[in-house]
Nanobody, 124 residues
Framework: QVQLVELGGGLVQTGGSLILSCSVS????????MAWFRQPPGKERQFVAT????????HYADAVKDRFAISRDNANNITYLQMNNLKPEDTALYYC?????????????????WGQGTQVTVSS
């Protein structure tokens, strides 16, 4: 059974940076397309970034492009989300997701495996 565990959330001021990590257990993460989603308070879960299996090609939501970077360390089964120049609107519960078949998917329904989430709060 594949399990995902996110770490790295916290409270940061506007303009600050955080690095989120997602550890995969139960299988080899290189087989999976990995993604980050977030759910702001009172809103639906939304796509943030994805990095494809095999190609490592990354895609980003417009709201985070040029500020966030997704990367993966397949040797250690970890996927990262580097978040720079954080804004109050980035405040959300951030989820890691994985899927064996999707390539560049931006919809929650395309991912089979999810972590429990890590809270990111950006103060103004």
């Amino acid at each position: 059974q594949v399990q995902l565990v996110e770490l790295g959330g916290g409270l940061v001021q506007t303009g600050g940076s955080l690095i989120l990590s997602c550890s995969v257990s139960g299988d080899t993460s290189s087989k999976y397309t990995m993604a980050w989603f977030r759910q702001p308070p009172g809103k639906e879960r939304q796509f943030v970034a994805t990095i494809a299996r095999n190609t490592n090609r990354a895609h980003y939501a417009d709201a985070v492009k040029d500020r966030f970077a997704i990367s993966r360390d397949n040797a250690n089964n970890i996927t990262y989300l580097q978040m720079n120049n954080l804004k109050p609107e980035d405040t959300a519960l951030y989820y890691c997701a994985a899927d064996l078949f999707v390539m560049g998917g931006r919809n929650t329904i395309e991912y089979d495996y999810w972590g429990q989430g890590t809270q990111v709060t950006v103060s103004s």
